[in-house]
């Protein structure tokens, strides 16, 4: 077996067992992929038709409280960041409520062209008079008139289509009055997955990806089933923990290299914390 399928197959876990976290790293080492990528790259969300770049600017690597290590860095450290990252082609920011960052990404949106930018953002609200709230308030804390992708933040029950549907009409609401693009979640447990692949209504899905589990909702051969059906069945599917939310910082070449080998992820996310951070981010990329 050449080394690509060997990695491909390790990676997804078609017709072989899952191997240990170290065996696949060492292949991922020595692996080398059959097509260039870099961040800045122009990719499609899934069916949304949202394009924007490969790599998004996360701002919470450790958030929440309103408080994470990017939003740290101060309103114009953590604006700054986004900036530079828009002048190396970033076109995705990766904002939440509950990590503070909405400040932050408004005083980067007052330095572009809005409509060269897709903003994420995330609600933790599971009563519908509270997201409805929480989008007019979003909004003004990010100085735009729409969202581009809004998600429910953090679904961690097994049956969270039906428990919060009256969350998932109000967004789906604002998507048909223009005030999001699409509507999505992010999993926190493997049976939230797995009814994130199953509903309709899930357009594009937050899902944490990376080569040795850290920070996951199951061992990486089950998530990557799961994320499977959801490209299948057109969503998009945009990878997040792809460091594992730092247990693989010694090892980014690896994990960065697995979460563009699966096949699966229409883009990543990753928070640096500085420009030094950034920039080698974009160049561990390109030279994937």
Same mark, same amino acid.
């Given at each position: 077996m050449?080394r690509?399928?060997?990695?491909?197959?390790?990676?997804s876990?078609?017709?072989?067992?899952?191997?240990?976290?170290?065996?696949?790293?060492?292949?991922?080492?020595?692996?080398? *992929?059959?097509?260039?990528?870099?961040?800045?790259?122009?990719?499609?969300?899934?069916s949304?038709?949202?394009k924007?770049?490969r790599?998004a600017?996360?701002?919470?690597?450790?958030g929440?409280?309103?408080?994470?290590?990017q939003?740290a860095?101060?309103?114009?450290?953590?604006?700054d *960041?986004?900036?530079?990252g828009?002048?190396?082609?970033?076109?995705?920011f990766?904002a939440?409520?509950?990590?503070?960052?909405?400040?932050?990404?408004?005083?980067?949106?007052?330095?572009?062209?809005?409509?060269?930018?897709?903003?994420?953002?995330?609600?933790?609200?599971?009563?519908?008079?509270?997201?409805?709230?929480?989008?007019?308030?979003?909004?003004?804390?990010?100085?735009?008139d729409?969202?581009?992708?809004?998600?429910?933040?953090?679904?961690?029950?097994?049956?969270?289509?039906?428990?919060y549907?009256?969350?998932?009409?109000?967004?789906s609401?604002?998507?048909e009055?223009?005030?999001?693009?699409?509507h999505?979640?992010?999993?926190?447990?493997?049976?939230? *997955?797995?009814?994130a692949?199953?509903s309709?209504?899930?357009?594009?899905?937050?899902?944490?990806i990376?080569?040795?589990?850290?920070?996951m909702?199951a061992d990486p051969?089950?998530v990557?089933?799961?994320l499977?059906?959801?490209?299948s069945?057109?969503?998009a599917?945009?990878?997040?923990?792809?460091?594992?939310?730092?247990?693989?910082?010694?090892?980014?070449d690896?994990?960065?290299?697995?979460a563009l080998?699966?096949?699966v992820?229409d883009?990543?996310?990753?928070?640096?914390?500085?420009?030094?951070?950034?920039?080698?981010?974009?160049?561990?990329?390109a030279a994937?």
């Amino acid at each position: 077996m050449r080394r690509r399928e060997f990695l491909i197959r390790s990676a997804s876990g078609l017709g072989a067992a899952w191997l240990s976290s170290d065996a696949i790293l060492s292949a991922l080492a020595n692996a080398a *992929l059959p097509v260039k990528f870099s961040a800045s790259d122009i990719v499609t969300l899934g069916s949304t038709g949202i394009k924007t770049s490969r790599l998004a600017m996360g701002t919470g690597t450790v958030g929440s409280g309103h408080h994470s290590h990017q939003t740290a860095l101060g309103v114009k450290g953590l604006s700054d *960041l986004l900036l530079n990252g828009y002048d190396n082609g970033l076109r995705f920011f990766d904002a939440a409520d509950s990590y503070g960052s909405h400040p932050h990404v408004a005083e980067a949106l007052k330095h572009v062209q809005r409509d060269k930018v897709t903003v994420l953002t995330k609600t933790f609200s599971r009563d519908p008079a509270a997201a409805r709230s929480d989008l007019d308030r979003f909004r003004r804390e990010l100085g735009t008139d729409y969202l581009d992708i809004c998600l429910m933040h953090c679904v961690t029950e097994g049956d969270w289509t039906e428990r919060y549907k009256g969350v998932m009409d109000v967004l789906s609401e604002a998507k048909e009055k223009g005030i999001i693009r699409t509507h999505g979640c992010s999993c926190h447990t493997i049976d939230a *997955l797995r009814a994130a692949a199953k509903s309709p209504w899930v357009e594009i899905d937050l899902a944490r990806i990376n080569p040795i589990g850290a920070e996951m909702d199951a061992d990486p051969a089950t998530v990557v089933i799961v994320l499977k059906e959801m490209k299948s069945a057109g969503k998009a599917v945009v990878g997040m923990k792809i460091l594992g939310q730092g247990a693989l910082r010694n090892r980014q070449d690896e994990a960065i290299k697995f979460a563009l080998s699966l096949g699966v992820l229409d883009a990543f996310t990753i928070g640096a914390e500085s420009k030094q951070e950034q920039d080698d981010l974009i160049r561990r990329i390109a030279a994937a």
